[in-house]
C-alpha cells in the first residue's frame, strides 16, 4: 500500500482490476483504493504475474503494508517483495498471539475512553458492546481509539468480551423511543448509503457533537465587485484561457480576512490551540452524485487573482471529474460554502472539523436599496449577498467571530475595480 498523502495512514480497498494468474506491466493499474473521499489508482511496481492477493474489497489496510505478490521471472524485486511479506509475517505473530490470548480473559474497560461516531457506527455494525470497544488499545493521539484499532481487534476476536458491571449506576441519556419511520412496502423504496455519504455523515455528527456551534450573519453590497467582474470576465478568458469566477475573489476577501485575524485560522484539540501559519482555504464543492467534497487552496494569501483562479478551476474541474489527488482535500485552515451556486440566501453551514468556522455565501441578488450620496439618501438597484459564519464558540467568541465576518464583507464591498488583469 503506497504512502498517498502526509496525514494518511491507512486505505480502504474499492476493488482489484486484475486476478490471480493475470499478467500486469509495470505501472499498470491493478486495484483502486480509498483514502478518505478520495479514489485513487495503485499501480504494480514492476511486470510479471500476479501469484497471490492478500487482502479483499472493503478491507483496510495500513500503509507499506505488502497488498499482493508479482512474479517477477526471478528478479530482484520479486525476491526483495517476498523477503518483506515473510520478516513481516515474524515481526506480527507475537502480537497476533498476544491479541489472541486476551480474548479469554475479562479485560476492564476504559470509561474515558473517547469513541467517534464512526467508531460507534462500527461497533453497532459489528455487535461489539461498550466495554469491549472500551477495552480497545488505541494507536491515536492521546490514546484514541482508531478504526484500524478496531478492525485490528475484530480480525483476532474468537468471542465476546464479557461485560463487568460497574459500580456506578449512570441512568440512560434519553428515555426518548427511537422514532419509527413509516415504510410502506411496494411503493417506498430504501436507498444504501454510499461509502462517501457515511463518511459524511459520521463527520457532520461528529462536528456537530464536538463544537457548540454559533452562526452570525451580515448583508453585504457587492455591486462594484459584479460589475467589475462581469466587465473583465471575457477579457480574462481570451487573455489566461481561464474562468473568472466570483470564489478566487471570495478566497483572496477571505484570506485577507484571515491575515487580520489569524485566531479564526486554528485547529482545537481539547485543552490545546494549534494556531496555523498557512492559510489554506477549502472550497466545498458539491459533486455530480450529490455528494460534498472540500479541494483545498493552499497557502491563498501569497496569490492574486489569476493565481487562485487558476488553482479554483482545477480544483473543481477535478472534483467534477473525480481526479483529486489525496493531498489536494488535505491540510485546510478555514472553508468556505457558496450555497448561492444553489439559489439560496444565506445558511447555517457546519464546521469542518477540525478548524473552527466556516464561511457560508448566499446568491447576489439585485434589490433596491437606501444608499447615501453627495445628495443624501436615495434608492439605488444595487447587487446584495448574506455572508454568514458558524463558528466554534470553545475558541472562537462573538467578538472575534463579528469582527471576522465584518472584514471579510467589507473586504468585497471595498473590492478595487482598479484592479487590473
Do not use: C
Not at 500500500?1 to 502526509?6: I, L, Q, R, T, V
Request: net charge negative; hydrophobic share 35%; no cysteine.
Amino acid at each position: 500500500m503506497p504512502k498517498m498523502g502526509e496525514s494518511i495512514s491507512e486505505a480502504t480497498i474499492i476493488s482489484w482490476l486484475k486476478n490471480i494468474g493475470d499478467f500486469v506491466d509495470a505501472e499498470e493499474t491493478i486495484l483502486e483504493v480509498a483514502t478518505d473521499k478520495v479514489d485513487s489508482e495503485v499501480p504494480s511496481p514492476v511486470s510479471g504475474t500476479i501469484t497471490e492477493i492478500r487482502f479483499q474489497k472493503d478491507d483496510v489496510v495500513a500503509v507499506g503494508t505488502v497488498l499482493a505478490l508479482i512474479d517477477a521471472d526471478g528478479k530482484q524485486e520479486a525476491k526483495s517483495t517476498k523477503q518483506e511479506v515473510v520478516s513481516t509475517k515474524v515481526e506480527t505473530q507475537p502480537e497476533v498471539a498476544k491479541q489472541s490470548n486476551i480474548e479469554f480473559k475479562q479485560l476492564k474497560s476504559n470509561p474515558d475512553a473517547f469513541l467517534s461516531p464512526l467508531i460507534i457506527s462500527i461497533a453497532q455494525k459489528e455487535n461489539l458492546s461498550l466495554e469491549e470497544v472500551q477495552s480497545i488499545s488505541g494507536s491515536g493521539t492521546d490514546g484514541r481509539i482508531q478504526k484500524s484499532d478496531v478492525f485490528n481487534y475484530l480480525k483476532n476476536r474468537k468471542y465476546p468480551l464479557k461485560s463487568i458491571p460497574t459500580t456506578n449506576n449512570q441512568q440512560p441519556t434519553t428515555s426518548y423511543p427511537k422514532p419509527k419511520i413509516n415504510y410502506v412496502e411496494g411503493k417506498d423504496r430504501i436507498v444504501e448509503m454510499d461509502r462517501m455519504r457515511k463518511m459524511i455523515a459520521d463527520h457532520m455528527v461528529y462536528s456537530k457533537q464536538t463544537s457548540p456551534h454559533v452562526t452570525s450573519y451580515i448583508e453585504v453590497d457587492v455591486t462594484n465587485l459584479v460589475d467589475w467582474r462581469n466587465a473583465n470576465k471575457d477579457k480574462f478568458q481570451e487573455k489566461y484561457n481561464e474562468k473568472l469566477t466570483f470564489t478566487p475573489i471570495f478566497v483572496q476577501a477571505v484570506a485577507k480576512a484571515i491575515e487580520d485575524f489569524p485566531l479564526i485560522n486554528v485547529s482545537v484539540d481539547e485543552k490545546k490551540i494549534y494556531v496555523h501559519k498557512d492559510i489554506n482555504i477549502g472550497m466545498a464543492t458539491a459533486l455530480p452524485s450529490g455528494n460534498l467534497i472540500v479541494p483545498v487552496v493552499k497557502n491563498a494569501n501569497e496569490k492574486d487573482i489569476l493565481a487562485l483562479a487558476k488553482d479554483v478551476n482545477q480544483l473543481a474541474d477535478a472534483s467534477r471529474n473525480n481526479k483529486l489527488k489525496p493531498e489536494q482535500i488535505q491540510g485546510s485552515t478555514f472553508t468556505i460554502s457558496n450555497v448561492g451556486t444553489f439559489g439560496s440566501l444565506m445558511g447555517t453551514p457546519i464546521i469542518n472539523q477540525p478548524e473552527v468556522a466556516i464561511l457560508a455565501l448566499g446568491i447576489i441578488k439585485k434589490r433596491p436599496e437606501v444608499i447615501t450620496t453627495e445628495k443624501g439618501d436615495e434608492i439605488a438597484i444595487r447587487s446584495m449577498m448574506y455572508l454568514s459564519l458558524s463558528f466554534d464558540h470553545r475558541v472562537v467568541d462573538g467578538f472575534l467571530g463579528g469582527s471576522f465576518l465584518r472584514k471579510v464583507g467589507d473586504y468585497l464591498e471595498q473590492f478595487d475595480t482598479n484592479t487590473t488583469i
